[in-house]
């Protein structure tokens, strides 16, 4: 059976205490023979819903203390990239370069990823089909001198695609278990099993229902995925960004053992 990616981490980086705090609480985590492990945090979340919301530390100070996490614990390192001129700082330190879902459809972005020798993580935007998703992953693999798009070939180049809801009216996400089958034709696929919990912004912040996280990622496990997506906090009640749909640590190992449990019942 092969180990199944995981990506884990805070939303933003907060401090450098706070995330050393949170690392060394997944170093049990990654040291999972079960799991190919990865450690996540965005050094600047640049689509807060106000502009008095916290985004970060910014580019340079953000990258500098993701490798600091990458030296002290040995982690591989996961961020997100807003514009094409943070790709080549990012890549330096990240090992999967990570697109957002409002900006997979960016062509410079992805290209300057495909030019990176980190993996590329391209999550699904909430407002797309599953067969979409294809030409982002073109973009990437073209980038990269292969042109036929399919599984393989994208396991072969670094390329996921990341699931995490699609916009159902104003007000919620709804994760269509379909996708996580069709997206499979073009790229190894993760599931967002936190993002898929957020309540779009009806206010001043995004709100979400962290209570539901355990069932999402129970089901997806069930379609069979080859890798999650969890943002965690040892407290997401304070937690900057992302809070309501963040799983504490605690509950992050219980549901990965629930992940686990599936899997082996039905031996995926």
């Known amino acids: 059976m092969e180990k199944l990616i995981i990506i884990a981490g805070p939303c933003v980086i907060e401090s450098r205490e706070n995330i050393f705090k949170i690392a060394e609480g997944l170093r049990k985590l990654s040291q999972d023979e079960r799991v190919d492990f990865y450690f996540k ?33 040995g982690y591989r390192i996961v961020t997100d990239v807003h514009e094409s001129y943070q790709v080549e700082s990012v890549a330096k330190v990240a090992d999967v370069v990570q697109i957002p879902a409002f900006l997979c ?37 073209q980038t990269r001198g292969e042109k036929t ?3 393989e070939n994208s396991k072969k180049n670094g390329v996921w695609l990341c699931e995490r809801g699609n916009t159902f009216g104003y ?61 965690t906090h040892f407290d997401p009640s304070c937690a900057l960004s992302d809070g309501p749909n963040m799983l504490t640590l605690e509950d992050l190992y219980k549901t990965i053992e629930q992940i686990f449990a599936i899997k082996t019942v039905l031996n995926i």
């Open 41 to 73: 945090a965005s050094f600047d979340k640049a689509n807060r819903t106000s502009i008095d919301s916290f985004r970060g530390p910014g580019l340079e100070e953000g990258m500098k203390i993701l490798s600091e996490v990458k030296k002290e614990f």
């Open 105 to 141: 459809r960016q062509t410079d972005l992805l290209v300057a990823a495909g030019k990176t020798n980190a993996k590329v993580n391209i999550k699904k935007g909430q407002f797309l089909a599953a067969a979409s998703m294809k030409h982002p992953v073109a973009k990437v693999l």
């Open 149 to 151: 798009v399919n599984y």
């Open 171 to 231: 007000g919620a996400l709804v994760v269509d278990m379909k996708n996580l089958i069709a997206m499979r034709e073009y790229a190894p696929v993760l599931f967002d099993a936190t993002h898929s919990a957020q309540v779009p912004s009806t206010g001043e912040t995004t709100g979400g229902n962290s209570a539901i996280v355990p069932s999402l990622a129970r089901a997806a496990a069930a379609v069979g995925v080859d890798g999650f997506f969890f943002e």
